[in-house]
Nanobody, 126 residues
């Protein structure tokens, strides 16, 4: 059974940093693109950052570019999101997602992903 489990969320002041982790189990994702999405209260879920298989490429939403960094450690079957200079508008539930085997390019749309975690809450206070 495939599982994606996020951790690292919490409450932080504006300007602070958090590092989210997503641990995968049930199969290896080294040949799969992965991504982070987020959903704020009353809003649609949106793409935050994506990373291709073997970290060949990365991409970010304009709203987080220059502040967030996505990375992966295939030996640990994990993906990370380093979030710096956090703003109150970054408050949301952050969820990691993975594509099926050999889908190596990340997508910015939700429909491109086959596996989803449960999410971790990030709250940024002003």
């Amino acid at each position: 059974q495939v599982q994606l489990v996020e951790s690292g969320g919490g409450l932080v002041q504006a300007g602070g940093s958090l590092r989210l982790s997503c641990a995968a189990s049930g199969r290896t994702f080294s040949s799969s693109a992965m991504a982070w999405f987020r959903q704020a209260p009353g809003k649609e879920r949106e793409f935050v950052a994506g990373i291709g298989a073997s970290a060949r490429s990365t991409g970010y939403a304009d709203s987080v570019k220059g502040r967030f960094t996505i990375s992966r450690d295939d030996a640990k079957n994990a993906v990370y999101l380093q979030m710096n200079s956090l703003k109150p508008e970054d408050t949301a539930v952050y969820t990691c997602a993975a594509r099926n085997h050999l889908n190596v390019v990340y997508r910015t749309g939700e429909s491109g992903y086959d596996y989803w975690g449960q999410g971790t809450q990030v709250t940024v206070s002003s």
